[in-house]
């Protein structure tokens, strides 16, 4: 009995190592998508129309993943501007397909889309786009 827990102990000592491998990796993408669905949607609040609040998501979301070493095999970013307007709300929503591939020893494809969704309140002083005249 001794013989067969020496000979079988490194093995499920790896196993748990390789699980907790792919659950950290898996845990540490979804933090970080949160936060580039955060500082995206804080970013499209910024903007005065919904064109450039689009771009502005899709761009900070792109750039917060990049920095924070998260790499998407696809990413997807919709932002809901219609509520752009003071004291309305923007919503964006970041996708991102990861690819756990690398992190597996086995050399088992793997990977999951996660998502998040983040809304943001649009300042409801912040100044207006003049669209007439004055008299």
């Known amino acids: 009995m001794a013989a067969e827990i ?3 102990a490194p093995f499920l000592i790896m196993l ?3 699980v907790g491998v792919v659950v950290h990796r898996g845990v540490d993408a979804r933090i970080r998508i949160d936060d580039a669905a955060h500082q995206a949607a804080r970013a499209a609040s910024l ?3 919904p064109t450039a609040a689009a771009t502005a998501a899709s761009t900070t979301a792109a750039s917060a993943l990049s920095s924070a070493g998260v790499a998407c095999a696809s990413l997807s970013v919709s932002a809901s501007t219609g509520g752009l307007r003071p004291g309305g709300t923007v919503s ?3 996708a991102c397909e990861v690819d756990f591939g690398d992190a597996l020893i086995l050399g088992v494809p793997g990977g999951k ?3 998040a969704t983040s809304v943001e309140p649009v300042d409801l002083w912040r100044s207006t786009a ?5 008299t």
């Open 6 to 8: 020496t000979i079988a």
């Open 16 to 18: 748990l190592v390789f």
């Open 47 to 49: 903007e005065r129309t």
């Open 92 to 94: 964006v929503t970041v």
């Open 113 to 115: 889309t996660l998502s």
């Open 130 to 134: 003049n669209t007439g005249s004055r």
